[in-house]
């Protein structure tokens, strides 16, 4: 499937999706509105809010405090969960012993933790990344141990056998087979870390996108908190497809599917 064809095909799903909406808040199906616009709004009141929140500029201060702590808790998180990843695989002994505290702490809801680092951390940034990098960690965490410990063992015996010392070995080995199940964890990360700061603006801040959404909420704004949900949404999309830009660079050698030959 080419380029545009897929292209077409996404803008085609978010269409209808769109006119289905407008159709059902607008037009009554046997006497009765499916979807009231007290309770869903409608697509055209939600474009006209995020046109104002863009034009007076209210929308810029939200974005950038919702960027700053989604990139702190994405790169904080992502480099915690490769080098304790590749620590763990590295070292059976030690991953080991702390297996059960791992579970444990992955097991522990996030959103039970949140008022904690508020109460820790205070109302600013860090409380926000601190919830995010939480969310991050583990995903990176667990692909990139798998990755490791899923290397070929003739691929290692190989490697050893021509001479290749440890740092060799992370290098021309582990490194390459953990990228691409540390970029599939990448991808996944991306709307957790930004899922952490809006929960975390949400519960207490005094700016961000889960700020302004609950203030929109808290007015019974249906068409404002939809239209914070939409920029948040296109929020996400913007970053994956950084995220996408860098793995097709660092993974310019791995073939494409269907390259491979018999």
């Known amino acids: 499937m080419s380029r545009i064809?897929?292209?077409?095909?996404?803008?085609?799903?978010?269409v209808v999706a769109v006119g289905a909406w407008y159709v059902l808040s607008t037009y009554p199906v046997f006497g009765v509105i499916l979807l009231p616009p007290f309770f869903f709004?409608?697509?055209?009141?939600?474009?006209?809010q995020v046109i104002v929140w863009f034009a007076t500029g209210v929308i810029w201060k939200h974005l950038w405090v919702t960027l700053v702590e989604s990139m702190l808790?994405?790169?904080?998180?992502?480099?915690?969960g490769v080098l304790?990843?590749?620590?763990?695989?590295?070292?059976?002994?030690?991953?080991?012993?702390?297996?059960?505290?791992?579970?444990?702490a992955n097991a522990l809801?996030?959103?039970?933790?949140?008022?904690?680092?508020?109460?820790?951390?205070?109302?600013?940034?860090?409380?926000?990344?601190?919830?995010?990098?939480?969310?991050?960690?583990?995903?990176?965490f667990f692909n990139?141990?798998?990755?490791?410990?899923?290397?070929?063992?003739?691929?290692?015996?190989?490697?050893?056998?021509l001479g290749m010392n440890e740092r060799q070995l992370m290098r021309h080995v582990y490194w390459p087979s953990a990228l691409s199940w540390m970029f599939s964890s990448l991808?996944?990360?991306v709307g957790f870390a930004v899922v952490g700061a809006v929960v975390g603006e949400y519960l207490g801040a005094a700016a961000g996108l889960g700020y302004l959404i609950q203030q929109a909420e808290g007015v019974f704004d249906v068409a404002g908190v939809f239209a914070g949900m939409f920029v948040l949404a296109a929020?996400?999309?913007?970053?994956?497809?950084?995220?996408?830009m860098i793995e097709k660079r660092l993974l310019v050698w791995r073939p494409a599917i269907g390259d491979a030959k018999p």
Not at 41 to 48: L, N, W
Not at 73 to 80: Q, T
Not at 111 to 129: D, H, M, N, R, Y
């Open 5 to 14: 064809t897929l292209l077409t095909l996404q803008i085609a799903v978010a």
């Open 41 to 48: 709004s409608t697509p055209g009141d939600v474009i006209k």
């Open 73 to 80: 808790a994405f790169v904080i998180g992502s480099l915690g």
């Open 84 to 104: 304790v990843g590749f620590w763990f695989a590295r070292q059976p002994r030690t991953a080991a012993v702390f297996d059960p505290y791992v579970k444990m």
């Open 109 to 140: 809801p996030r959103v039970v933790l949140a008022p904690i680092f508020t109460l820790w951390l205070g109302l600013g940034i860090w409380s926000k990344v601190a919830l995010g990098v939480t969310l991050v960690f583990f995903i990176v």
């Open 144 to 161: 990139v141990y798998q990755g490791v410990k899923e290397v070929s063992p003739t691929v290692l015996a190989n490697a050893r056998m």
């Open 187 to 189: 991808h996944t990360s």
């Open 235 to 244: 929020f996400v999309i913007v970053i994956d497809t950084i995220v996408t």
